[in-house]
């Protein structure tokens, strides 16, 4: 590819500027901060987006004399490109402003910037720019030969890579037969490269390197974590538990004594009767409010529909009068055109024939002409004057009687639209009165609920619930005695079970730890 012409127009402050080159190579001298390197990020923002460095984003607008952005100005690189099969490519981007006027406001607001894309003066898409630009240089491609300092800025691996792209490279298998002790490097590496194989070594030096500096620290911890060996105690855990669920099981036959079932049963009986006495309660209460939540839900969509009936007429009524406009308009221009051809009837009945001027002396032969002749000539002249005036009186009269038919038709629609709007007019006065008693009647407070009158049947089923309440505190204490030795037992037994637990827990705890001491030695 090859440069033909590059132009910039409020570019990095370059108000308007083009280097045309011809494809010639050219040489661009100058002082410091004079748009050297203006043209070379120009040039690459055009191509690639990006300025001479490599960057993306770098500001290209022009500035005023106080450092601020310029607004309102299109900032434009094109440039002509010469392909190798001897096409010419115009790439053109610009870049400007958006400003946008938010609802309510009369001023306009910065809201961000757009980027509009040509090839060879079409607008394009960016894919499709881009796409295009990939078609005519490949961006790593240009850096290289268009950047000296770019290759060396570069990872030396990039570079290496790119160098053997260029010079070729040395098979893998060249430099193993090369060297005999390099003779089972095949085998080692397998399906991987040296590089792989490298980091997978590496990585496993660095986990090996870690483990054995953790092993010191780990064995300190497993001994630490060690309890103190515990003084084995005469049962186990589970002889223990034995011992109490013995006295678990008596402790729940003194509970569940016969006489005490019977009268924990038949509480639970009241209990329930109770719960349904509240259950019917409860749902004559939801009953009443669900009526009365039903009742200003009919009177709210009562409002609304008095609203949209008297919306409808409301509408009728602006139809009617848009048509009793229409009509009234149509009747004046009716009137109108009765009133100018009455105007003309009376213009073409005064119309009076002018003495026509008749030759009497035969312009060939210079003889007068015969009287009959001019007579004649005179008389044609009348009768051509009087049919046309009569046709055009009789044209007036027409178009007159349709006219009065027209104003006639109007005038009778007039009467019946203007009956119409009345009728309306009343239909909307008995509709607003409909939606103000609607709104009244919805806006008017509601009978309150009535708080439920205590019923005497729960009371009585409370009463016996007491009573039961205290026949089996009476029963229980029969028992107490027995109920509290047992319990007392059972006590004691817990403490012996969760020392027991703990011998059992330290021991696992020091096998395990001598087991993890042992491996990590």
């Known amino acids: 590819m090859r440069l033909d012409r590059l132009t910039l127009a409020n570019f990095k402050g370059v108000r308007d500027f083009t280097l045309a080159v011809g494809g010639e190579s050219v040489n661009v001298y100058g002082d410091n901060a004079t748009g050297k390197t203006t043209l070379s990020d120009a040039f690459r923002w055009l191509l690639f987006d990006k300025d001479s460095a490599g960057r993306k984003g770098f500001d290209i607008k022009t500035l ?35 400003w946008t006027r938010k609802r309510g406001s009369a001023t306009e607001s910065f809201t961000g910037h757009t980027t509009d894309h040509f090839v060879d003066g079409v607008p394009a898409t960016l894919g499709e720019y881009k796409a295009k630009v990939a078609e005519i240089a490949d961006e790593d491609a240009f850096r290289l030969l268009t950047n000296p300092g770019h290759f060396n800025s570069l990872h030396w691996q990039e570079r290496r890579r790119i160098l053997l792209d260029v010079c070729g490279d040395v098979p893998d298998a060249e430099v193993i037969a090369s060297d005999k002790k390099l003779a089972r490097l095949p085998e080692l590496l397998g399906a991987r490269t040296i590089d792989e194989q490298k980091k997978v070594m590496a990585a496993r030096r660095r986990k090996i390197n870690e483990e054995l500096e953790r092993i010191p620290v ?14 084995k105690p005469k049962r186990s855990a589970d002889e223990v538990e034995a011992e109490i669920a013995k006295r678990r099981e008596e402790v729940a036959r003194i509970e569940a004594g016969g006489e005490v079932a019977e009268i924990v049963k ?34 709210r969509a009562a409002v609304t529909a008095a609203k949209d009936a008297l919306a409808a007429l409301v509408a009728d009524r602006a139809r009617e009068q848009r048509q009793q406009e229409a009509l009234d308009a149509e009747a004046a221009r009716v009137s109108k055109g009765l009133e100018q051809l009455r105007e003309e009837w009376h213009t073409v009945d005064s119309w009076v024939l002018a003495k026509p001027d008749l030759a009497t002396v035969c312009a060939a032969c210079g003889q007068a002409l015969p009287a009959e002749s001019v007579a004649e000539a005179l008389a044609k002249a009348e009768a051509d004057f009087n049919r046309r005036k009569a046709q055009e009186l009789e044209r007036i009269d027409a178009e007159g009687k349709t006219l009065k038919a027209g104003a006639s038709s109007l005038a009778e629609q007039q009467a019946t639209v203007t009956l119409r709007i009345t009728a309306i007019d009343q239909q909307i006065a008995t509709a607003e009165m409909a939606v103000a008693a609607a709104e009244a009647a919805a806006t008017a407070p509601g009978p309150e609920q009535a708080a439920p009158a205590p019923d005497p049947r729960r009371a009585a089923l409370e009463q016996q619930v007491a009573g039961l309440d205290a026949e089996i505190e009476r029963l229980r204490a029969d028992a107490a005695p027995r109920l509290t030795e047992l319990r007392a037992e059972i006590d004691t037994l817990s403490t012996e079970k969760t020392a027991a637990e703990e011998y059992e827990a330290d021991t696992a705890a020091i096998a395990k730890g001598k087991a993890r001491i042992t491996e990590l030695a």
């Not at 952005?69 to 010469?82: K, Q, S």
């Not at 780990?218 to 003084?231: G, K, S, T, V």
Request: hydrophobic content about 35%; charged content about 40%.
């Open 64 to 98: 005023d004399e106080s450092g601020e952005a310029r607004h309102n100005l299109d900032h434009a690189v094109e440039g002509t490109i010469a392909l190798d099969d001897g096409r010419e490519v115009t790439l053109r981007k610009v870049y400007h402003e958006t």
């Open 266 to 299: 038949r509480k639970r009986e009241i209990e329930g009767e109770i719960l349904a006495l509240d259950n019917e309660a409860r749902a004559a209460v939801n009953a009443a409010r669900a009526d009365a939540d039903n009742a200003a839900s009919a009177r």
């Open 218 to 231: 780990r064995i300190d911890e497993a001994e630490r974590a060690m309890p103190e060996p515990p003084a």
